[in-house]
Structures are given as structure tokens and as C-alpha cells.
């Protein structure tokens, strides 16, 4: 089994930064995605970055421009470095994996850490 460990949530205020990193250990056969989810209270789940194992990378429209994803394949960890952050960026945020193995594919989900942006 796979369990990811998130850290780096927190409260800032608008205009600030911060950085989540996502440490995925145990059984990884082969990771194809990582990436960061969110979601607000009242509010359906929206994929904020995902990086492939091929090194393309997808941000939503509202944080291109500030947030950026990243990885360190020898540590199997993803990172959100988050810039310019505005009150509407507070939400729950969620790592996602996204591995291969025994030829199928399995999503792990870390346990979220929340993210609050002042005005």
C-alpha cells in the first residue's frame, strides 16, 4: 500500500506564500501522476496541478501564474509552491497519486491540509 503524508498547510495572508509537499512511501511500483486537488467548503473538487511522469504539467486557469508544481522522483514527493496567494484559495487541499501496478492503476489520496488566505 501506498500512504502519502502531506505538510505544509497553513494560514497566510493575501498575497502571501506557501509551499505543500506530499511524501508518498510503501509499496510504489511506478508512479505516472502527481498532483493537488482542492476544495472549498460547499464546493465540488477541482484538480489545482498534476505533474505526469513524463514531466508535462496542468494548472488550473485561476492559478497559472503563481502556483507551481514540482517533483523529486528520488524521494517520491510532489511540492505546490504557492505564490500571491488570494482569499479565494482557501480550501482543503489533497494530494493525489496515481501508480501502476500488477498492470492496473490505483489512486491514493493524502489526508488534506488546509489552506487559509486572509483578506
Known amino acids: 500500500q501506498v500512504q502519502l503524508v502531506e505538510s505544509g498547510g497553513g494560514l497566510v495572508q493575501a498575497g502571501g506564500s506557501l509551499r505543500l509537499s506530499c511524501a508518498a512511501s510503501?509499496?510504489?511500483?511506478?508512479?505516472?501522476?502527481m498532483g493537488w486537488y482542492r476544495q472549498a467548503p460547499g464546493k465540488q473538487r477541482e484538480l489545482v496541478a498534476g505533474?505526469?511522469?513524463?514531466?508535462?504539467?496542468n494548472y488550473a486557469d485561476s492559478v497559472k501564474g503563481r502556483f507551481t508544481i514540482s517533483r523529486d522522483n528520488a524521494k517520491n514527493t510532489v511540492y505546490l509552491q504557492m505564490n500571491s496567494l488570494k482569499p479565494e484559495d482557501t480550501a482543503v487541499y489533497y494530494c493525489?497519486?496515481?501508480?501502476?501496478?500488477?498492470?492496473?492503476?490505483?489512486?491514493?489520496w493524502g489526508q488534506g491540509t488546509q489552506v487559509t488566505v486572509s483578506s
Open positions: 493525489n497519486v496515481a501508480t501502476i501496478e500488477y498492470a492496473r492503476g490505483f489512486n491514493y
Open positions: 510503501g509499496s510504489i511500483f511506478s508512479i505516472n501522476f
Open positions: 505533474i505526469r511522469s513524463d514531466g508535462n504539467t
